[in-house]
C-alpha cells in the first residue's frame, strides 16, 4: 500500500468509512491533487466496509463482485435523482426528463436502445474509421507545428465531440458550437456545482435543446443515411410507442453527452498513463498488437468514470455477500474500487499490458452497459495509434496536475507536453 496522501489526508479521515462517503457525495473529492488520490480514499473504504451504509441513506460498494452485482441487478431506477431535479426547475434534469423511462423500466430500457443501437453496430462503427483517420491525423498536423501543445485541449478536445457530431448528423461547421456547449455542461454532474457553473450549464442545455429541436424536425422531413436521429425515426416507426420528438431531443443530448467528455478524458488520461509507465509504453511502441489490451489495462487502472449513477434497488432486494440491499434503498458502485480490487486484479496498482482477462467495469455491466463503448474504443485506439506513429517520444511538461471533479468522472484539466517527431 502506498503512503498517504497528503491532500487527501487533510480532506479526509480515511479512518472514518462515513467521513470517506461523505466526502464522495459532497466535497469534490476528485479534484484533489495526487495521480493516485481517489484510488487510495477507495481502498480505505474497502478494505474497512466494502459495503457501507452511511448516514446519507446510501450504501457504497468498493468490491469488484459487489459492484458487478449491482450493475447487473435487473430492477434499478437510475433517473430517480434527476427527477427530482427537474421538479426542482434544474434545466438540465428537465431536458434529460424524456429520457428518464430510460433509467427506471427494464422494458424501456430495452426499447430505446434497440431504437438507439443501429448507429453503434459494428458495422456502423467500422464505416467510421476513414473519417476519423483523417480527423485525427489532421488535428495531430496541427500539433505537430506547435512541437509543445496540450494534449488535452489542443487535440483530444477536438476528436471525440466530433465524431459524435457526425453521429447526430451535425453539419461539420457546427463541430465548434458543440465543443463549447459540452464543455460548459460537463461540471453538471459535479459533486459541487458552483453558481457560475450552473449558469453556464443552463446555457449550454438551452443552446443544445434549441439546435437539436430544429435538427430533429429536419430529419422528420428528410432523414439521412446513417445518422443517429434518423436511424431512431425510422427505428420508431414500426415501434409501438414511437419516439416522440421531446425523446428523441433528450436522447441525442444524452448521447452528446456521454460520448464526448468521458472518451476526451479516456484518451488524456491513456497519454498521461503511457508517460507514468514509460516501460509499459517502450512494450507497446514495439508491439502494437497489444493496443486493445493496453486500452482495456489503462481504463481499468486509471480510467475516467469513477461512479456509475446512484440506483434505486426496485421490485426485489439486491444481494450482496450475504448482505440485502432492501427495495427502496440506494446502491452506489464506486468503479475504481471495483477496477483495482486486488481479489479480482492482482498488483492492481500496477499497470502491465500483457494482464489477461481484464473484465473491468469502466463501461458499465448489465441492462445499462455503455452502448457507444465500441466507438470509444475505436476513438481510443485510433487516437493512440496515431499519437504514437507521429512521435517517437514525448515528455508531460506539467510539475502536477490539475484535475477536475465532475461528479462521476475525474478530468485532466491541461496535458502539456513536448513531443519528438517520428
Known sequence: MSTTIPALAEAVDLSDPEDIVDAMMHRAPLA?????????????????????????GVTVVTRYRDCLATLRHPTMDLGFRMRADAAAGVVAAQLMAPTMLYFEDPVDTMRQRRLMRGAFTRQAVVHRQPELDALVDDVLARCAEMGSFDFMNDFADHIPVAVMCSVLGVPREDVPIFRDWTRRSAPATGAVVNEDDAKDIELAFVGLRDYMTGLVAER?????????????????EGDEAVLSSEELIALAIFALSAGSDTTTQLVTSAAYTLSRFPAEQAKLRADRALMPDALEEMIRHSG????????????????????????????WTSVPGANRDPE?????????????????????????????????????TTVMNRFLDWFSAYEVTEDQIDYVDFGTMRGIRTLNMTTQRA
Do not use: N
Open 220 to 236: 422528420r422531413k428528410a432523414p439521412g443515411e446513417h445518422d443517429l436521429l434518423s436511424v431512431m425515426i425510422r427505428a420508431s
Open 32 to 56: 484533489l491533487p495526487g495521480d493516485d488520490t481517489p484510488w487510495e480514499m477507495y481502498r480505505a473504504l474497502r478494505d474497512q466496509a466494502p459495503i457501507f451504509k452511511s448516514r446519507h
Open 304 to 331: 475516467p468514470v469513477h461512479y456509475a449513477q446512484p440506483r434505486l434497488v426496485m421490485e426485489r432486494p439486491l444481494q450482496l455477500d450475504g448482505y440485502e440491499v432492501p427495495v427502496g434503498d440506494v446502491v
Open 344 to 380: 479480482q486484479f492482482p498488483d492492481p496498482d500496477t499497470v502491465d499490458f500483457e494482464r489477461r482477462d481484464i473484465r473491468h467495469l469502466g463501461f458499465s455491466q448489465g441492462m445499462h452497459l455503455c452502448i457507444g463503448a465500441m466507438l470509444a474504443r475505436l476513438e481510443a
